[in-house]
């Protein structure tokens, strides 16, 4: 990975946090019809780029890393709270040990998703590319991250915390990708290797997307509003856009 990709993971969500400081309510339409953005692209590139990547190569059956990474991503949720697809459930006057527990979801996650952004010569030259599906992966990170955060940081901040508590969370999970990224790094795994990380992000972007996409707009109704299929839309098109820029 290049100094500029290291920096645009930590600045997604920097960025998408330190948005949560200057606002005293929480602009739910926005932020929701941004999510069903977000949520469409990563269910695109996972379809459109990830999942034939890691079945392409016959090292391993990447169903069953596909689904254990969904499973993960599942349990990481019942830490943090679903923050990672915009949900915020404030506690008042919350203790420190509920912010502890929404990070280390938080950043367990995002440290995951990190790990195959690593350079990982053999996997991305053969079948990925460095210059197409991966980075699609760093974009749907980035992408996903930026409402995360501040949906954190507003989080934080109706349970309570100082501003600067909320600052120190925010540059903690801002470093969490890019450490999963120099940590896989270092080690120079193995394509092997390479194809059983890349099938847990799929699965945990599965998780995430699908979540995304099937809570409509607060009802039971199973209706979406018209500016969020537009948004789920526009998500799914900039995937396919995607595919023929790559072409």
Avoid at 128 to 154: K, N, R
Wanted: net charge negative; charged share 10%; proline share 3%.
């Amino acid at each position: 990975m290049s100094f500029f990709e290291y920096l645009l993971l930590i600045l997604s969500v920097v960025g998408g946090g330190g948005l949560s400081l200057f606002f005293k309510r929480l602009p739910a339409n926005g932020l929701r019809l941004f999510l069903s953005f977000t949520g469409a692209f990563l269910l695109g590139i996972s379809f459109l780029h990830l999942l034939p990547g890691v079945y392409e190569q016959k090292l391993i059956e990447p169903g069953y890393w596909v689904l254990l990474g969904f499973f993960i991503q599942l349990l990481l949720e019942q830490l943090s709270g679903g923050v990672e697809h915009g949900h915020i459930h404030a506690h008042t006057h919350a203790p420190w040990n509920y912010a502890f527990t929404v990070m280390l979801g938080l950043c367990l996650h995002a440290f995951m998703e990190g790990m195959p952004l690593a350079e990982f010569s053999h996997y991305q030259t053969e079948h990925l590319g460095h210059s197409t599906s991966s980075q699609y992966l760093l974009l749907g990170i980035v992408l996903h991250h930026a409402p995360a955060a501040f949906a954190l940081g507003m989080l934080l901040q109706w349970s309570g915390f100082r501003a600067t508590t909320v600052l120190l969370c925010l540059l903690v999970f801002s470093l969490m990708s890019p450490a999963g990224a120099l940590l896989a790094g270092s080690f120079h795994l193995g394509a092997r290797e390479e194809q059983i990380l890349i099938s847990l992000v799929i699965g945990s972007f599965l998780h995430i997307s699908t979540t995304i996409l099937f809570e409509a707009d607060g009802t039971h109704k199973h209706r979406i509003s018209l500016f969020k299929f537009v948004a789920i839309l526009a998500g799914v098109l900039l995937s396919l856009a995607t595919v023929l820029v790559g072409d």
